[in-house]
């Protein structure tokens, strides 16, 4: 069974400083996929960020970018140069094959002026 | 707005009643996924339809829960007697055919069951 966990309930960041969000993983499959999703306060979810397993290269997009370990289970993000728009729910998630996702309980980042 | 839309937004109901969401996925997409989401945790998976089949359905999906896609496009949850328990937020979200694919959400219906 798939399990993503999340440690961090509420993490806080200066504006334009860098923030890491942690997530662990558990899977027994050897092809599986990785995300970050952002949902903002009574918005939608949106994709943020995609790790294909099986790539070694860390996923990067503008100022977001993922440690991917595959071998410790672990994808963290890391926002850089943070915005007031970054504040929100982050969501870790995960799915195989089976097109299951598996989600975390997620980390609300504060994004302080 | 070709994005995912999901109606109604809010409901409030009795105990008891059914309710019935619906779910209308980007239009090209052929995938289509529910998820409940409760305060201060991530979606959890309900079930998932490729075209009209429904493919894949959580241990969470009680008796009282059903969900259809009847012509591979749009999709409605039904909640049979509902309970208290139920109040959540439902989440529809689509996919295309390929395999990296983005999953698109919707906005979500929240549920209230009094």
């Known amino acids: 069974a798939q399990t993503v966990t999340q440690s961090q309930p509420e993490m806080s960041v200066q504006e334009a400083e860098t923030v890491t969000l942690s997530c662990t993983y558990d899977?027994?499959?050897?092809?599986?996929?990785l995300f970050w999703y952002k949902q903002p306060p009574s918005r939608q979810m949106i994709l943020v960020i995609r790790?294909?397993?099986?790539?070694?290269q860390n996923a990067t997009e503008n100022r977001f970018s993922v440690n991917f370990q595959k071998a410790a289970k672990s994808f963290s993000l890391k926002i850089s140069d943070s915005q007031l728009g970054d504040a929100a729910m982050y969501f870790c998630?995960?799915?195989?094959?089976?097109?299951?996702?598996?989600f975390g309980t997620g980390t609300r980042l504060k994004v302080l002026a | 707005d070709t994005g995912v839309s999901q109606n109604p937004r809010h409901k409030i109901t009795k105990r008891g009643q059914n309710v019935t969401f619906r779910c209308d996925p980007i239009?090209?997409?052929?995938?289509l996924y529910w998820y409940r989401q409760t305060l201060g945790q991530g979606p959890e998976f309900l079930t998932y339809?490729?075209?009209?089949?429904?493919?894949?359905k959580s241990r969470l999906l009680s008796d009282r829960f059903s969900a259809e896609r009847p012509k591979g496009s749009f999709s409605t949850l039904e909640i049979q007697r509902t309970e208290q328990g139920d109040s959540a937020m439902y989440l529809c979200?689509?996919?295309?055919?390929?395999?990296?694919?983005?999953?698109?959400f919707g906005p979500g219906t929240r549920l209230l069951v009094l």
């Open positions: 979200a689509s996919m295309g055919k390929g395999r990296l694919e983005t999953q698109y």
């Open positions: 790790q294909e397993a099986y790539k070694q």
């Open positions: 239009s090209e997409h052929n995938r």
């Open positions: 339809f490729q075209n009209e089949a429904q493919l894949e």
């Open positions: 899977t027994s499959e050897s092809d599986y996929y």
């Open positions: 998630a995960s799915t195989s094959g089976t097109y299951k996702y598996i």
